[in-house]
């Protein structure tokens, strides 16, 4: 069971801003690493959309934002499009007496409405 | 632009072993982390480990006892085994690049991805 938790769904009308929230813990996000966030249409694979907390990759819409505070990240979707509908998960790094690895939210799927 | 193609069978029988390939073309193996991350309808995505072109790997604790990977730098090519398999590691895998931004400065991220390889452990 993933220890980073998001909403299983969010949605929004077209040219609404959403907002997709990621909480974990004090041996991941409150522990200082960064979050990353992608967007997945089904059937493909993962594409990076946030990566350090709050910057974009090339290509990706300044439609697309994160942010971080305390245990908790977010990823905020302005001007909501159809394209937009997809699955969102964030990731981060966890290091705990198991070990230290990535970790995956269980994924938040956005419905444009 | 560099791409990613898994390789593999479809289909392993349980208690055997898993192999996959990933080979990276149109860019060297030699930089960046290679990773391997899963996909099932009942987990979402688990990073399974990644692994640097001279060899060194970080695991997953949870799969860690079963879990081998490799590169060939001569053939761009990096693996992974996984052994014991069970109906639990039935899944979608992916290789994937650790993310290296234009200042040099090395992420836990991924950005890019191969299309992925669908893979039935059947008893």
């Known amino acids: 069971q993933s220890v980073l938790t998001q909403p299983p769904s969010v949605s929004g009308a077209p040219g609404q801003r959403v907002t997709i929230s990621c909480t974990g813990n004090?041996?991941?996000?409150?522990?200082?690493?960064?979050v990353h966030w992608y967007q997945q249409i089904p059937g493909t694979a993962p594409k990076l959309l946030i990566y350090g907390n709050n910057n974009r990759p090339s290509g990706v819409p300044d439609r697309f934002s994160g942010s971080k505070s305390g245990t908790s990240a977010s990823l905020a979707i302005t001007g909501l499009q159809a394209e937009d509908e997809a699955d969102y998960y964030c990731q981060t790094y966890d290091s705990s007496l198991s070990g230290s690895h990535v970790i995956f939210g269980r994924g938040t799927k956005l419905t444009v409405l | 632009q560099v791409q990613l193609q898994e390789s593999g069978p479809g289909l392993v029988k349980a208690s055997e072993t898993l192999s996959l390939s990933c080979t990276v073309s149109g860019g060297s193996i030699s930089s960046h982390h290679w990773s391997w991350i899963r996909q099932s309808p009942g987990k979402g995505l688990e990073w399974i480990g990644y692994?640097?072109?001279?060899?060194?790997?970080n695991y997953n604790p949870s799969l860690k006892s079963r879990l081998t990977m490799s590169v060939d730098t001569s053939k761009n090519q990096f693996s992974l085994r996984l052994s014991s398999v069970t109906a639990a590691d039935t899944a979608v895998y992916f290789c994937?690049?650790?993310?290296?931004?234009?200042?040099?400065?090395?992420?836990?991220?991924?950005?890019?991805w191969g299309q992925g390889t669908t893979v039935t452990v059947s008893s």
């Open positions: 994937a690049r650790g993310f290296t931004d234009s200042g040099g400065f090395y992420y836990d991220a991924f950005d890019l």
């Open positions: 692994i640097y072109y001279s060899g060194s790997t």
């Open positions: 004090s041996s991941n996000i409150g522990a200082g690493y960064d």
